[in-house]
């Protein structure tokens, strides 16, 4: 059998099988946004490593190399927020061709050191090699935490609600724009925006220390697989079932316009990926603290449905209240591309 | 200016300036074979990262799946042995294209299981990731040392004798061996034993911890890009020359066998790289205690020459007590490759 017939969660799934551990060290290994292990009674370290490759995780099209440099540090680190972490060290290997230029690469640290200083993150290490296909770019961060904060996919119970930071589906939009556009300039800043958000992602790195903190989340993990994807990873190492209401799904202004003209275009919302915000659940009783959170951060955090028996499955409800079918919930690797968004 | 005209140090040594790091937190980041963090007042983690590339690392016309999963595991082992750790945790990240068998990732993920189970380090994260281009294996080993006992590339003084363990040149002379056969089998068992000793590397993490926990060395590094390079590494951090006998080279007896019909061969274990041995300096007087560790670990431990001042630089002794010069000293990424082993 080929892995494309398998795909990638049923490949992780054998994986985890085959390498269970008993190590007292491990408190979560293969299964959520990062890695936690013991550092001492009472700190733990958060350990994340993300492979970015050209042509199927980015084109150099459309990103820039000092915009691939900070997305790729941007993308771990939003591991890192997942659970609720600080960013510590970050380690980054890089496999160009030879014919890359110097400008290149001193472009691609550039983006990566500005990305890296605004968490007071030092690269510590990593290493550099040829590539006889396209750009490579690993990236590892590690981070720390105290043990009793970290947020896990796993904690959610029925009757929280679901909550997201932000907006949802403007880097799907975005990543559109730039495919489609050629070399016609996109004049509508809205639009501009969300092919900004698709090549220059925030982590939401303060925001997943402040709910871990506060401990406000039962289960937390970030949106970079689809927002439909990732909430059945979190809901699946729940164990329980997960309700979501389009109609409360937050959407910016480049996505509402957009959504005028294609009616269809709120699938980039729930299965596009890459928002990098934070999907996770609470109590109703928290209701106030997130409001009260979401002012301080001065960024959206919107209820958009509840968690429920794991007999209800997952299911999203449309505006008229009738199930949607979903046949493709987000990205996943091996999977045929053409069936992909 | 490509990358390709200013190699691969000299891209580090960029890297270095512009991420000079004084967070107190950093013991030692770029530019060892592991970066080594404060853990607590006596403790440390050591932080290794590899990248490995289908036709560029490796060859999969010679590498089976299974020993590709336990050397690349290797490799990275092998740069915690240099700095004289215990590895704790392993993280990979795959990307194969979607034609490749569910049958290779097992037997890849088996391989990878049985080194770390030797080395009783859990697989704790990594992900799986489609590729356009060939096979990419990056392993993340995270490990941990007593900070007062961690030997760096730095640390070595002139009159140091130079030590490398086990023998110089089977991996190049094993590489070279499986180029050539086409599909004649080999049949003489020395020259089998290079052939495997090239895909089938072992780490010298038990002689590494043994090193650093009697405080034998003034500085370890592992031969990986070639004795002659790494040894100009080590050399280089500690501000200090190095002089070679080429007489004094351990050498196995496919080695021996094959430079009796090539005088040149024996640069194969000057230049060759991929020894995944360790090399290390040590003042005169441990030469007893290095010679009861040989004996403890049923390893050679060879003393090949000794340092000197700075201003003698690095050189090679022939037999005849000439100097022999080296155009190429090792293995440089992007440095074209035809003038490479």
Redesign the interface.
């Known amino acids: 059998?080929?892995?494309?017939?398998?795909g990638?969660f049923k490949?992780?799934e054998?994986?985890l099988r085959?390498?269970k551990?008993d190590?007292p060290?491990?408190i979560k290994?293969?299964g959520d946004d990062?890695?936690v292990?013991r550092?001492?009674d009472s700190r733990c370290?958060l350990?994340?490593?993300?492979?970015l490759?050209e042509?199927?995780?980015f084109s150099l099209l459309y990103v820039p190399a000092y915009l691939l440099g900070k997305k790729a540090v941007s993308v771990s680190l939003s591991d890192i927020a997942a659970m609720g972490g600080m960013p510590?060290?970050l380690?980054t290997?890089v496999?160009?061709p030879?014919?890359?230029?110097?400008?290149?690469?001193?472009l691609f640290?550039?983006g990566v050191?500005e990305r890296a200083d605004e968490f007071?993150m030092?690269?510590?290490?990593?290493?550099?090699?040829?590539?006889?296909?396209?750009v490579?770019v690993?990236v590892?961060v590690?981070g720390e935490a105290l043990t009793a904060e970290v947020v896990y996919r796993h904690g959610a119970k029925p009757g929280d609600i679901i909550y997201t930071t932000g907006f949802l589906g403007d880097s799907a939009l975005g990543l559109k724009i730039w495919k489609a556009r050629g070399d016609k300039p996109v004049t509508d800043p809205f639009m501009r925006d969300a092919m900004l958000e698709h090549i220059d992602p925030v982590p939401r790195v303060k925001e997943g220390r402040l709910i871990a903190e506060r401990k406000i989340a039962t289960a937390m993990t970030d949106i970079s697989d689809g927002l439909i994807l990732d909430l059945r990873h979190l809901a699946d190492e729940s164990g329980v079932g997960a309700r979501v209401y389009v109609s409360e799904i937050p959407l910016s202004t480049a996505m509402k316009r957009h959504i005028i003209n294609n009616p269809d275009g709120i699938m980039l919302s729930l299965t596009g990926g890459e928002d990098y915000e934070l999907l996770f659940t609470a109590p109703p009783d928290m209701k106030t603290m997130i409001e009260e959170l979401s002012k301080e951060v001065n960024l959206p955090i919107t209820a958009i449905g509840e968690m429920v028996q794991i007999e209800e499955g997952l299911k999203v409800i449309d505006k008229e209240g009738a199930e949607l079918k979903i046949f493709n919930e987000g990205f996943e690797?091996?999977k045929?591309y053409e069936n992909q968004n």
Do not use: C, W
């Open positions: 059998m080929e892995i494309r017939e398998l990638e490949l992780i054998r994986i085959q390498f551990t190590s060290d491990v290994g293969i990062a890695s292990t550092l001492d370290l350990t994340t490593t993300d492979m490759l042509g199927i995780h510590k060290f380690l290997s496999a160009v030879g014919n890359i230029s110097t400008e290149f690469m001193d640290y550039r050191k007071s030092p690269l510590i290490g990593g290493n550099t090699s040829s590539s006889n296909g396209g490579i690993e590892i590690i690797h091996f045929s």
